[in-house]
Each structure stands twice: as C-alpha cells, then as structure tokens.
C-alpha cells in the first residue's frame, strides 16, 4: 500500500516545549498556522501534488544547472520528473498496533505489567532488600517500618506513586498525603507514611556488590539493567506506523550528577537527557538511549553524536521503508545517506552552516517572503524557504533535507511539502513528553536512578494506555481517558496489598477504611468475626470489659469473647488450640470435645 502523506494533526501536535521549533542561529520558526494543518490534512498520500500557481510565490531560479558547495559536494538546480508511480521507498507492507503477546490485554493492570512484569519487580524487590537489610541496622527498634519488602507490597509502592500523578500531588510532602482530612484514603490503605518514606530511601534496582566495577565502563550502571528491560519490551509490544520521530527529553534533575545536563529551551532546564523515538502519530515510545556523558565509548566509524543516536533507534526498523523526523541537531548528509541505504527515509531542518550546503542556498537577498529554493541528487532534496512575515523582505530562511520526495512539489498553502510533513510529524517525543508531565509521579529526589525510574513509571503509563486503547477500539467499545486509565491502574496495583493487610493486626478503623476504599464488604465482616476471637481482642481497646460468664463470683472481667457462645471469659477459662485440632467454625471436632476438660488441669 501507499504510504499516508501526512498524519492527523487532530491530535497533540501542538506541543508547548519550545524545542519543536528550534532551528538553530541562522533559521526561524516554521509558522506552523490552522490554515496548514487543514491544509497538510487534506493530503492523502504521498503521490498527490499541486503545481505553482500564479498567485503563489515563483521558485528560485539560480540559472545554473547545478552548484556545489565549499566541500565539493554537488547539487542539481532541475528538478526531477515525477513519474505516475508512487516510489519504492514509499511503499509499506506492515499495520501498526499491538503485537499478538499484547493484543489479549483488557484492563488497564494487564496492560501495566506487560512492562514491569513479575520478573522485574522481584529483582527490584531483590535489591531493596538487601539495601533495607543494611538500613536497618541504624533503627534501634525493629518493627514494621524497617521489615523486608515483598512484591505485593512493591507494586501497592508502585500504585501509590501513579495515584500521586493522577492526583497532580507528586510535590506534596508525607504529611500532607497521607492527612486524614484531605489526603487521598488510597496511600493510608496501602502504607503509612514513614513505611512509604523508608521504601522510598531503599529502593535500589542493581546489585550493589558489582556497581563500582560496572560503572567504570558505565556510569548508567544503577539502573542500566531496569532501562534496557523496559526498552526491549517497549519494542516487542508494538508496530509502529510509517512515521517515527526522534528528539531529546529532560528528566528535571537538580541533584548531583556527573552527566546532568543544561538545556535552556527545554522546562526543565537542568536534568537527564534522553533521546528517545516515538510514534508520530500515538506517541507509544518504541525506543530510547539516555546519554550517560562523554565516557562512553566514540561511535564506530567516527560517527558524530546525533548520527550514531538515530542509526541505533532505528536499527530494528531497517528495510521497512519507514519515515524519520529529526531537528536540526541531529540531521546531516551523511546521517541521511546512511539510512536511505538501509531503507529509511528522512526528513529534518538542517543548519545551514554545514558545509554540504551551497552558499546560494543561504543567501536572503532578493529572496520574496514565501518563495522556496531546491536542489536535488539522486535521491535527496534540499529546501530553502523563506518565511511570510510582516516584513518586506525575509530575516532568515528555514533549511529542511529529505529523502522522501526528490521533486519541487509545493502544498496547497504554497509551503514546500517536506515542510508541511515536518510540521505534521515533529512532536512525536514533544508531545510525548507533554503527556508524561500532565499526569507526572516524579518526585523530588537526590538519587538520579530514581528520576529514572519515576520516568519510566510515566513512560509505561503512556504505552500501557495506548495498547489498552487499540484493544478497546478493535473490540468497538468505548476509549478510556488517560486519567480513568491511571487510576484504576494505581487502585488494581493497591487492592491485592491492602486485602492481606486485613489479615494483619491493625487498627479496626484503618480495616474500615480499607474495605470502604476497595468495597470489600465481605472482607470486612471476616476482619470483623477474627476480631472477635481472644487472640484479637486481648489488647484491642475497642472493646469494652466483661465480668467472665464461667467465674463463680463473676468478679473477673476479660475482653475475651467466646466464638461459639459469645459470652465473657477470663484468661483462667481460655484455651488455645490449632487450626488442625478445630473445623472453620473455630469449635472442636467432635472426637476432641470431650478430652478438652483436660487441658483446662
């Protein structure tokens, strides 16, 4: 089939990261307008064109065949003829979607742990342990604040941090989430305060005895392994469409780090990078590389940084005549040389200081606002527009290289088609990163490795919701907001931890709440019948005092009761026996009833 020409802008293509339209010194913005968008979401294939009208700016003409730049390369100044056909490299043979493993998913728990699943939590369990097991030796009371953890217990952690998100109270403290007066009755029914606080100080996600050693050859080491996990999965759960972008993400970060970095067009300003490749048009993560410094080894073949970043993201996509938008950062004609000999094209601003572009092409003089200057080769095209402004004359002209098209074809706005796509398919990661600060569990932290993980908790929120989302729509039944989505997610997460907590010994108000929270009225009434028996009640002060029905004088007063009678006795009359020696009713089989009196001696 025909490749799609543009995406649907009806989405979140208007991204408010002002790195979408960075175009370096000697570029300008895009302008990207409505009449555009409509305009860009018209096209429907890639084939379709539109000759220069009249009314539209005319091309410019260098009058020479072609030019050649200050490192030699050269340029054609004619276009090429477009043939009737559509071009090889546009042609795809794959649908996008969940992949068969995620195409069984229906909630939005199912959809979670296809991410994280059970294997990952018991190695991050693992290694919180071990980090809770050296902590413990400060606290001079051993109680449960500063036990081991489990995986119930992880995940109802996990839970807890995406209700915060969901909640936009990442930035509270303890106290105030966990208030009874206007603190969410999730984080009570899962942990304490101090409990979560702990956890959070020993959650740890690699094995401390090898970490020097590893992060002699990578600093990434503490959580190289959850990241590498999390990326493989991210990649087998999903085909993504013709159209991929690849740009830079900011984890905020102002704690100590050898590779934190300062961007100063990005929110955040300071904090980790990563560059990442998502979907143009869900903007499900297929892929990501963080960048731990300038210890890492150089690129093979003396690659220069952004080269080596898109070669590696879309290595699994070769020969599949995909599509790549990139910024001006990453773009080059080496870069784009590359990936057309393994079957993907490109298309991205490029500054035009490089030396494979011809000066005329920099140039603003005589230049008309909206006029447009190409040069082709065999298979690329370079653009150089100029911008409509309310000035006469244009301050800067907008440089974009691809490889999908290596005709002078204009849109129907009169802006070159490579812009118009670029336009439609830039905010891929922007738009992307957007979403994951909307509904964000970071937290305010000094440990890198758990910005990390507070990143990819939000990135597996994102991919598990647009799974779950293609399942419900082939299934014809109503989407799920992304917002519905995380908090029965966080709630699924709670509900298997809190059951058992009830099983514990805690207070009966916090069992109420618990089984209120989680409408567990059956639960509550088993927590309400095992609260009767002596061993519960002996130092409840919920229950009032009894004189005790067996005492002659009946001056004893007990707050034991009876399960079978129900009637007051004092620890003189109370016997303990197995759960082998009794049935579920809590009385003694019939063989035993008559050889209790013995006991009693």
């Known amino acids: ?49 539109r000759e220069v009208s009249p009314s539209h700016p005319p091309l410019v003409n260098f009058g020479v065949e072609k030019l050649v730049s200050r490192s030699g390369y050269e340029w054609k100044c004619n276009p090429h003829i477009r043939k009737g056909k559509s071009q090889r490299r546009n042609i795809v043979h794959y649908t996008k ?48 604040k500063v036990a081991n953890t489990n995986e119930l217990e992880m995940k109802a952690f996990i839970g807890c941090l995406i209700m915060t998100g969901c909640q936009k109270s990442n930035h509270l403290n303890y106290k105030e ?29 690699d094995n401390p005895d090898t970490r020097e050693e590893r992060r002699k050859t990578d600093k990434f080491a503490p959580i190289r392994s959850l990241w590498e996990r999390f990326i493989r999965r991210s990649g087998q759960l999903y085909v993504p469409g013709e159209y991929l972008t690849i740009d830079e993400q900011l984890l905020s970060f102002r704690g100590r780090c050898g590779f934190r970095m300062y961007i100063p067009n990005k929110p ?29 080894p150089p690129p093979q073949g003396n690659l220069s940084l952004g080269h080596y970043y898109v070669r590696e993201l879309m290595r699994p996509y070769f020969e599949s005549n995909r599509n790549v938008t990139v910024d001006n950062w990453f773009t080059s004609i080496p870069l784009t040389q590359d990936l ?200 409840s002060k919920f229950n009032p005092l009894h004189r005790c029905k067996s005492c002659p004088r009946g001056d004893k007063r007990s707050r034991y009761i009876c399960k079978g009678c129900r009637r007051s006795i004092c620890g003189g009359h109370l016997y303990t026996f197995c759960f082998e020696c009794t049935d579920k009713t809590g009385h003694l089989f019939p063989g035993d009833r008559e050889d209790s009196s013995e006991l009693s001696s």
């Open 1 to 49: 089939m025909n490749r799609t020409g543009v995406l649907d802008s009806s989405g979140d293509q208007d991204s408010s990261d002002d790195r979408e339209y960075e175009l370096g010194d000697d570029s300008e913005d895009l302008e990207t307008s409505e009449d555009e968008e409509s305009s860009a979401s018209s096209i429907s294939s890639r084939r379709r064109r």
């Open 97 to 144: 979607g969940p992949t068969v493993e995620a195409r069984t998913v229906r909630d939005p728990l199912s959809a979670f742990l296809l991410f994280f699943p059970d294997e990952v939590i018991q190695e991050i369990v693992e290694w919180t342990n071990r980090k809770i097991e050296v902590s413990r030796r400060a606290y001079k009371t051993k109680d449960h």
């Open 177 to 205: 989430l966990w208030s009874p007066n206007y603190g969410c009755p999730v984080y009570r029914s899962a942990t304490s305060s101090t409990r979560f606080e702990f956890l959070v100080e020993c959650l740890r996600f």
């Open 268 to 296: 955040a300003k300071y904090g980790l990078k990563l560059v990442l490749c998502c979907d143009a048009q869900t903007k499900y993560l297929v892929g990501g590389i963080p960048y731990a410094g300038k210890q890492e």
């Open 340 to 539: 057309f000999t393994h079957g993907i094209t490109l298309v991205g601003t490029i500054k035009p200081i490089k030396p494979e572009i011809p000066a005329e092409m920099r140039t603003v003089e005589n230049r008309t606002p909206g006029s447009a200057a190409f040069l082709h080769d065999d298979y690329m095209t370079l653009v150089s527009y100029a911008p409509r402004s309310a000035t006469k004359k244009p301050k800067k002209l907008v440089h974009v290289l691809t490889t999908m098209d290596n005709t002078a074809s204009i849109g129907m706005n009169g802006k070159p088609e490579a812009i118009l796509l670029y336009n439609v398919t830039k905010g891929g990661v922007d738009t992307f990163d957007q979403m994951a600060a909307t509904y964000s569990c970071n937290r305010k932290t000094r440990r890198w490795p758990l910005c990390i993980f507070y990143g990819l908790l939000n990135a597996g929120g994102i991919n598990a919701w647009i799974i779950l989302s293609h399942n419900l729509e082939n299934m014809r039944k109503p989407s799920m907001k992304r917002r519905n989505f995380l908090t029965e997610l966080a709630v699924s997460l709670v509900k298997p931890w809190a059951k058992q907590r009830l099983s514990l010994h805690i207070p009966r108000p916090l069992a109420g709440l618990i089984c209120t929270t989680f409408n567990l009225q059956q639960e509550e009434q088993q927590h309400q019948d095992g609260q009767r028996d002596g061993a519960l009640l002996k130092n």
